[in-house]
């Protein structure tokens, strides 16, 4: 064996003739088993102290409950709720059986269109705050109907 544990062709025991037939058949030497040998000794380092706060991978489906059936990811298209730090191409988790609350986030269905917006309760009635200040809040009318209420928001970038 050489120095840097590398085997070369001249340091292989030569072929014997007899083994060789006449249909050129070889049989190769055989060869010393490196990992019986090895015994550890030239081991360098020490154990990482970090080894005890390592944690396995995190399964966001699992943190984010997803497997219940209730539970739906949801893109979002536009910035309505940047004041609540909602931007365009997060993914809402919204959860169709949760109880709305004033101050949720709430995923609203209007007229067919689909609206993320703030749920309020003002005056005895509902409204759908939409963000911006220029914009007027609407009542929950019979024509809406509150979806989901947002329960986590994943975001891809940063």
Same mark, same amino acid.
């Given at each position: ?8 062709? +001249?340091? /292989?025991? %030569? ?32 154990? +990482?102290?970090?080894?005890?706060? /390592?944690?396995? %991978? ?10 219940? %059936? ?21 993914? /809402? ?45 609407? %009542? ?12 986590? /928001? ?5």
């Amino acid at each position: 064996m050489t120095a840097n544990s590398t085997w070369l062709l +001249s340091d /292989l025991p %030569p072929l014997r003739r007899s083994s060789i037939s006449r249909s050129t058949r070889l049989v190769m030497p055989r060869l010393p088993d490196v990992a019986r040998e090895y015994d550890g000794g030239n081991t360098t380092g020490f154990v +990482s102290p970090a080894g005890d706060s /390592l944690e396995g %991978p995190i399964d966001l489906s699992e943190v984010l409950d997803l497997r219940r %059936p209730h539970r739906y990811p949801v893109r979002v298209k536009g910035d309505a709720l940047l004041e609540r730090g909602i931007q365009h191409g997060d993914i /809402l988790i919204a959860d169709a059986a949760a109880s709305p609350a004033a101050g949720q986030v709430v995923i609203a269905m209007i007229h067919g269109d689909v609206l993320v917006c703030q749920l309020a309760y003002r005056c005895g009635q509902w409204w759908l705050k939409p963000s911006g200040a220029d914009k007027e809040p609407q %009542p929950v009318a019979d024509e809406a109907e509150i979806w989901a209420v947002v329960a986590a /928001l994943v975001r891809t970038s940063v």
